[in-house]
């Protein structure tokens, strides 16, 4: 996996599935690409707008919690999002992001602010925030992750391998 570099867009703890896809939107669920015009406006009006292809959402604990909408992480991912690092994810929404090939990665990031320059490397488990010139030890994703990401997600494995083959 190559490193990500990307600015962070900072976001506090409990951010659910309807802070990312607001439920008011849900008409457009058919649309995702118009969807993801409004990825977490509910957290950030102005998130993406601003957000450049490649940039980070940082976010406390448990990110993604609430139903277990599968547009949430669809639309980060389709907004273009290079990563969602966060202290700690909801179980169903770290399933459904992994399933759909989204980078989510935990780590402590109490240190990270709004705009900070961000390098991550997944494969030695480094997040380098280069506006602070620190580094974070991130949790490391296991191999079989790493594969399924490395496919785009557990779909496009499937489709690549024809059946549930890791190795």
Not at 35 to 46: C, G, M, T
Not at 55 to 75: C, T
Not at 91 to 97: L, P, Q
């Amino acid at each position: 996996m190559e490193i990500k570099r990307g600015k962070a867009f900072k976001f506090g703890d409990g951010i659910s599935t309807d802070h990312i896809a607001p439920g008011r939107l849900f008409h457009l669920r058919s649309n995702l690409e118009e969807f993801s015009k409004h990825v977490l406006e509910d957290a950030d009006p102005e998130f993406a707008s601003k957000m450049q292809k490649g940039d980070f959402v940082v976010a406390g604990s448990n990110f993604g919690l609430g139903s277990s909408r599968e547009h949430a992480p669809q639309i980060i991912k389709i907004a273009g999002v290079g990563a969602v690092i966060a202290k700690s994810f909801a179980r169903i929404f770290y399933r459904n992001a992994i399933n759909i090939g989204l980078l989510l990665i935990e780590c402590d990031t109490d240190k990270i602010d709004a705009g900070d320059e961000l390098e991550l490397d997944v494969k030695n488990g480094i997040l380098k925030d280069v506006t602070k010139n620190i580094e974070l030890k991130i949790t490391p994703l296991p191999d079989v992750m790493i594969k399924l990401l490395g496919d785009g997600g557990l779909i496009e494995h499937l489709k690549k391998h024809g059946d549930f083959s890791l190795s």
